[in-house]
């Protein structure tokens, strides 16, 4: 059979119509919306190979190449696809082919309707071999001479060079991969986009999903960063929403042609889809799921309001989230380049240097990002690669705290990654002992890195919290079993806003920004409620807010480190300080009365009174309606942390991040001082164990919630000198609880032991 329409395929035909084929043809059969069309059966592409007699002379030149010489490669690839576009094709051929597309046209009722053709191949022996992404995908192709030409054109995809390396890469004989093709009516889709029906790295049960405007190929091809949703699947609860900068989409121009246009400006950052469409993929992806009976990668698009399908594939590459593993790295080659562990955890993947933000669409998924130093938009990018490599930063940048927060392997502070590691080679990142290999490690190519969840019921007297960046890890985070949020960073959720804080007060939108912040925050508040979310107010450095619209207006510091940030800046913008408290009020009305706020880099007990009085302004009052803290980050305010306590506060927390750069005078982001910062050095424990110990006299609670927070063999010490609580990374949760355990543990025996004595 030359062709079969979708309507008489089902899933086990993909010998005959490839992954793709087939799938469709599922679909179609389970009364999914699919667009209506055909296959040109693998059996098709055989016989024109055959009867052409060009097969053996293909073949020949597979066999002599050597596909680690890019350039013979590329020139074998040329031409082979030149010895099939120019082979005659047998007319039956033809005339089924035609005939079937004429039937579609009538079916529709549009002639010369216009039409997508995607390869879909297959392997002999491996008809469950994937090979997505291999070969091409051509759109707007209409009437019967162009359907012919583009059907060749996949056929001819299946020697792209890229594909020849992939099988020769994974064994596959390249004489028994055969090619369908997918003939399926366009979807002019004015949004589109893909949906999991998991969460492919956790496996969580929600529908992630991604859309931008246009056609999909725009979300597919990576070349814009799409709007993304993840919808919790029990309740069709929308849990997030991030809103990104779409600058070109796919559309048609007057002769039906896909063309990349910019995206108008006015519809960049609006958002795409609806919560009634959210939640209608949602249903459809869950119908997907339950018929297929295993997690679904799919391609959906809506048109004038109407949902389709396009694909659906079953998602290849679920994480097994319960499983720590920490392998060795003895079947990779060399180490390329040596850095700091900063998320633990193995992955491999093509590396690909950006050097521009203006590059990130190229970062696809499993990708390893390679930059000189992650900025917070470059955080989607970074969701879709499966480890990422710095040349700049220590454990406490903005790489190592996103990357642990995402559960993706992170290697920061190499110096020379991008200089050093070459576009798309494959190399394998071991993000504990911060050293990237040459080569790609089969045993970790599929991991993601593992997120410890402590089963085993460890009580400890400290409390052990958990660290949270992002509102969508709060429920890994909570999953720890940690007794409550020690810091809720805000900077990454205003940045995700896109939007500058100070622009939302400039346009008269407060509550715009009220909305923004208690509807992030209520997402983790709600995660761990009732136990206690410490909200930290904005510790906004200049050069991370530059980039957001309005951030134009931020001045050029010679060192942001040490410049406008923390409650210094709040106070000077008191109006943005003013939003934060309404907000949290706000959340409090609505039953989270287990926030508590916290405010950022004090130097003086002048500031802690001034951010009190701004927030009794606002008919929130400190200590009396919510729990109000500071965290100690600056030298002087640990050295002047009686006067604080003198002014009245709930709480503290160590932000020894901070704490050590400014007493060290190392830059905590510069890899070329690295080696001098240390949370260990006597000054910065004497300036931590009289926080500690001052706080413990006059009764406030002391916390920690800097890195050192996360590292066991310090927190044992933290115990000893009398802290209340420790907050660590989602990672560290579990080994910080033994640690805090034992070392109190260790308290009790050495106090029977005097007493016996
Ligand atoms: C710190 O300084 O230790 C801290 C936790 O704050 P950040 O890392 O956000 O500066
Ligand atoms: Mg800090």
Not at 86 to 100: G, Q
Not at 231 to 246: A, F, P, Q, R, W
Not at 476 to 500: C, F, N, P, Q, Y
Not at 654 to 672: H, I, M, P, S
């Amino acid at each position: 059979m030359y062709v079969v329409k979708f309507e008489d395929l089902n899933k086990s035909d993909i010998g005959i119509a490839g992954g793709k084929g087939a799938n469709l043809g599922e679909l179609t059969q389970a009364g999914i919306p699919v667009p209506p069309g055909f296959v040109v059966t693998a059996e098709t592409y055989q016989k024109f190979m055959e009867e052409a007699g060009i097969n053996d002379k293909v073949m020949d030149i597979l066999d002599k190449i050597d596909i680690n010489d890019t350039k013979a490669l590329q020139a074998a690839a040329e031409e082979i696809k030149g010895i099939i576009n120019s082979a005659p094709i047998p007319d039956d051929m033809i005339l089924f082919i035609t005939e079937a597309y004429n039937q579609l046209c009538q079916r529709v009722g549009e002639d010369d309707t216009d039409v997508a053709i995607r390869s879909s191949a297959t392997a002999e022996d491996l008809p469950e071999a994937s090979f997505a992404g291999q070969q091409d995908t051509f759109l707007h192709v209409s009437g019967n001479d162009e359907v012919i030409e583009y059907i060749r054109k996949c056929w001819a995809s299946l020697f792209e060079a890229r594909a020849i390396f992939y099988r020769e890469e994974n064994d596959f004989e390249h004489s028994k991969v055969y090619i369908a093709v997918v003939v399926q009516k366009m979807a002019n889709a004015d949004k589109a986009g893909v949906m999991f029906t998991v969460n492919p790295s956790t496996g969580e049960e929600i529908a992630l999903i991604e859309g931008s405007w246009g056609l999909g190929e725009s979300v597919v091809s990576g070349d814009v960063t799409p709007d993304n949703y993840q919808v919790d699947k029990k309740n069709n609860e929308i849990i997030n929403v991030t809103i990104s900068d779409k600058k070109v989409m796919y559309t048609n121009d007057e002769n039906g042609t896909s063309i990349k246009v910019d995206v108008p400006e006015d519809k960049r950052k609006e958002r795409v889809l609806s919560d009634s469409e959210l939640i209608q993929l949602t249903e459809m992806g869950k119908r997907v799921q339950a018929h297929y009976g295993e997690p679904m990668d799919t391609e959906w698009a809506f048109e004038n309001g109407i949902l389709f399908l396009l694909q659906a594939r079953p998602i290849t590459t679920l994480g097994d989230v319960e499983e720590q593993k920490d392998e060795s790295s003895d079947d990779v080659g060399d180490v390329l380049v040596r850095g700091l562990g900063a998320s633990p955890g193995m992955a491999s993947g093509k590396v690909k240097i950006v050097l521009d933000i203006d590059e990130l669409d190229k970062i696809k998924d499993g990708d390893i990002m390679v930059t000189t130093m992650t900025t917070p938009d470059m955080v989607p990018a970074m969701r879709r690669a499966s480890g990422i490599v710095t040349d700049e930063g220590g454990v406490t940048c903005h790489a190592s705290i996103i990357s642990r927060e995402l559960g993706i392997p992170c290697v920061v502070g190499t110096g020379n990654a991008t200089t050093t590691l070459v576009e798309n080679d494959g190399v394998t990142l071991d993000g504990k002992k911060g050293l990237v290999f040459e080569g790609i490690s089969e045993t970790k190519s599929e991991e993601v890195a593992a997120v410890s969840v402590e089963a085993a019921p460890i009580i400890t007297v400290t409390e052990v919290k958990a660290n949270v960046s992002m509102p969508e890890a709060a429920e890994k985070a909570a999953a720890t079993g940690a007794d409550g949020v020690g810091l809720l960073r805000t900077e990454h959720l205003m940045l995700t806003s896109g939007i500058h804080p100070g622009k939302f007060i400039a346009d008269g939108r407060e509550d715009e920004l009220i909305d923004t912040i208690a509807d992030n925050v209520q997402i983790v508040a709600d995660a761990f409620y009732p136990k206690p979310v410490w909200y930290r107010t904005l510790d906004a450095p200049t050069d991370e807010f530059i980039t957001l619209e309005g951030g134009e207006n931020e001045p050029r510091e010679h060192n942001p480190m040490l410049g406008w940030r923390g409650i210094r800046r709040e106070l000077d913008q008191p109006e943005i300080l003013k939003c934060e408290f309404k907000a949290i009020k706000k959340l409090h009305e609505k039953g989270y009365t287990n926030i508590g706020i916290m405010i950022p880099l004090s130097q003086s007990p002048e500031e802690l009174k001034k951010a009190k009085a701004l927030c009794s302004e606002v008919g929130f009052e400190p200590h009396k309606d919510v729990e109000f803290g500071m965290m100690v980050e600056i030298p002087a305010a640990a050295i002047m942390i009686d006067e604080y306590i003198k002014v009245g506060i709930d709480f503290v927390s160590l932000g020894t991040n901070d704490l050590t750069q400014y007493t060290l005078a190392v830059d905590r982001n510069n890899e070329f001082v690295a080696k001098h910062y240390s949370e260990e050095h006597p000054a910065v424990m004497k300036l931590i164990e009289r926080t500690i110990r001052k706080c413990a006299e006059a009764g406030v609670k002391c916390s920690i919630c800097g890195q050192a927070g996360s590292v066991p063999h310090i927190v044992e010490k933290l115990v000893e000198f009398g802290i209340t609580s420790v907050s660590s990374n989602t990672d560290a949760i579990a080994d910080v609880r033994k640690t805090v355990a034992r070392a109190e543990q260790k308290i009790i025996l050495d106090a029977a032991r005097k007493r016996l004595e």
